[in-house]
């Protein structure tokens, strides 16, 4: 653990055991530093690993004796990555798959400990790659550079969000390295900082969502004029006006800052989490919109507010959704006969208790995240060298999978690598020494 990180946490320890505050910026820290932890495991650093051989190719020279290291062992990785036809179906073979995962795991420390941003960028990489024209001439970034790598991070957060190998941790990984400050403020920026917190929230950095989305929702109210073409397309709203589009993205940021609230553990969080939750209800009932998350929402707030007609009105719409599961509609029942005994502590324990609210939240985003062929959309609405991004999340999705399955085959089932030829069975053992 980087010493930053461990003062952090001594830190905290200290004033918990002596009752101090936790304050926002405090718990903001602390959320980096698990972020930190969260994108510190293999399936991470072999992605990153493979970026860095992308990135590497377009440096013309370096004399870091790390990077001389890499180089070498990336080279190898270059040419197989150059071999892979991103639109083919043919795997990778398994003496190549270990030969790659050991030479990963020589520069597995390098990886983890360096920031691939400064290296090249992907595209530039990759270009190098099929043209073998260098343009990066510095192992440095200039101010263009960093605009553009700050795109790609965007424009790979999201290509990568719903695929079935890569997703979100890989997700996670791409956002920890966008900065939305450095990018123009608009639209993408506000639809990528949704995304962000929405992935935040996730994986259980609930200050680092809700910083986000209230940046969000303060431009939102700066800007209440502004087009929204991307974020009705992300949502399917395109039967909305400019302004309901608007009025409805400003709700959904109200409602996942409300599910970061409502997971935090001081008392101002929780009355935080129900004023967000009351204008989330606002901008949704003015636009007549109602769905699992408008049903859900309005049945909490009843519930904790002791009106069990209109909660029960509201459950029994949701009781209905096909997001639920068997188990969580017979949960609802339960908590509709509870509000016919006016036993409103049961009710909240038998559904709320169990995160059932943030459940449907997120079923719902990632239902709507699954509808949407991101490749299609950075095509069609010219992201910058969005063929050359696609060709690269192909690659390295192959190249990734390629290893990861593999070597799990290696590792605990020789029958298996039997099977799938004899003949290299020793090879494949001194390669995982």
């Keep these: 653990m980087k010493i930053r990180n461990l003062t952090l946490l001594i830190i905290f320890i200290f004033l918990a055991s002596c009752g101090g505050e936790k304050t926002d910026q405090m718990m903001l820290e602390l959320d980096q530093v698990k972020l930190n932890e969260n994108l510190n495991y293999d399936k991470i650093v072999f992605y990153k690993y493979a970026k860095l051989a992308i990135r590497s190719a377009a440096i013309q020279d370096t004399t870091l004796p790390e990077y001389q290291k890499f180089s070498r062992q990336a080279k190898s990785t270059l040419r197989t990555l150059k071999s892979i036809d991103p639109n083919s179906k043919e795997q990778i073979s398994i003496l190549e798959a270990l030969r790659l995962y050991k030479e990963y795991r020589s520069v597995k420390d390098f990886v983890k400990t ?26 440095y970034p200039d101010e263009n550079k960093v605009n553009n790598q700050n795109i790609e991070h965007a424009a790979l957060s999201v290509a990568v969000l719903t695929t079935r190998d890569l997703g979100q941790p890989i997700a996670l990984y791409e956002c920890s390295k966008t900065a939305p400050e450095k990018l123009e403020d608009g639209e993408i920026k506000t639809l990528l900082e949704f995304i962000r917190g929405f992935l935040f929230f996730s994986n259980n950095l609930y200050y680092l969502s809700e910083d986000g989305l ?59 989490s129900l004023e967000d939750f009351d204008l989330f209800l606002k901008d949704m009932n003015t636009l007549g919109l109602q769905n699992e998350i408008t049903w859900a929402i309005d049945s909490y707030l009843n519930l904790k507010r002791e009106n069990p007609e209109k909660a029960i009105q509201a459950l029994e719409k949701l009781s209905k959704s096909n997001l639920l599961s068997d188990d969580e509609r017979e949960a609802i029942q339960k908590t509709i006969d509870y509000q016919k005994n006016r036993d409103t502590d049961a009710a909240l324990k038998n559904v709320y208790d169990i995160a059932f609210l943030t459940k449907i939240g997120t079923k719902y985003m990632v239902a709507i995240f699954a509808k949407i062929d991101w490749e299609s959309v950075m095509l069609e609405n010219n992201i910058p060298h969005a063929k050359e991004i696609v060709s690269g999340i192909k690659k390295v999705k192959q190249l990734s999978n390629a290893v990861s399955s593999y070597t799990s085959k290696a590792k605990g089932s020789t029958k298996t690598l039997k099977e799938t030829g004899g003949q290299f069975l020793d090879r494949a053992k001194d390669l995982l020494k």
């Design 114 to 139: 360096t920031d691939e941003d400064v290296f090249p960028t992907l595209v530039d990489g990759i270009i190098a790659m099929q043209t073998g024209k260098i343009s990066a001439k510095s192992f």
């Design 214 to 272: 209230t940046r969000n929702i303060k431009w939102l109210d700066k800007n209440q004029q502004i087009a929204l073409p991307y974020t009705k397309a992300f949502f399917g709203w395109r039967n909305l006006s400019d302004e309901q589009t608007h009025l409805a993205f400003h709700g959904m940021n109200y409602l996942f800052r409300g599910f970061d609230r409502m997971r935090m553990t001081r008392k101002i969080d929780e009355e935080r």
